[in-house]
């Protein structure tokens, strides 16, 4: 494991430095805990800052599970699902971009049987440039539903 984290903190650094995102940590606009029973788990409207009165547009992502039932090494796993993540511009005029959306479910996902948007960190020094939307990945565990972490990064 230490490896593993050694070897991803590696290939970050050559992106962005340590140090740039010990410095600029973000604003985490919404999150949704895996527990919580009265929110929509498959979409996410955020104040992408804590500026009220609201300088910018609300950010909006929607996440739509994909049947894939044909995964290799699933097929005891019961549904087996993939995912869509969209950037909704909730306005007139806006607009509705893909951000992701599986063609096949990458072996290091294992069996996921569903999703739910946790997340939305946002990240701003005079606008608004870049997200991170954290999606929990539903897969099942020992004694109930085991939940692991991905994100979709994007720049405004």
């Given at each position: ?17 340590q ?37 910018d ?6 996440l ?46 294992g ?9 939305v960190q ?10 991170a ?24």
């Open positions: 494991l230490d490896a593993v984290r050694l070897q991803a903190r590696q290939k970050g650094e050559s992106i962005v430095s140090a740039e995102l010990d410095a600029n940590r973000g604003i985490t606009a919404g999150f949704n805990p895996v527990t919580e029973l009265s929110a929509d788990p498959h979409r996410m409207a955020v104040n992408p800052r804590p500026i009220f009165t609201p300088v547009p609300p950010l909006e992502f929607r739509d599970e994909l049947g894939m039932n044909n995964t290799d090494g699933c097929e005891s796993q019961g549904e087996i699902n993939g995912f869509r993540l969209l950037r909704i511009e909730a306005q007139d005029g806006g607009t509705t971009k893909l951000l992701h959306e599986d063609k096949a479910i990458p072996k290091s996902r069996c996921p049987n569903g999703y739910r948007i946790g997340a946002t990240f701003s020094m005079d606008s608004l440039s870049a997200y939307v954290l999606i929990a990945v539903r897969q099942y565990g020992f004694e109930g539903p085991d939940f692991r972490w991905i994100a979709v990064t994007g720049r405004l």
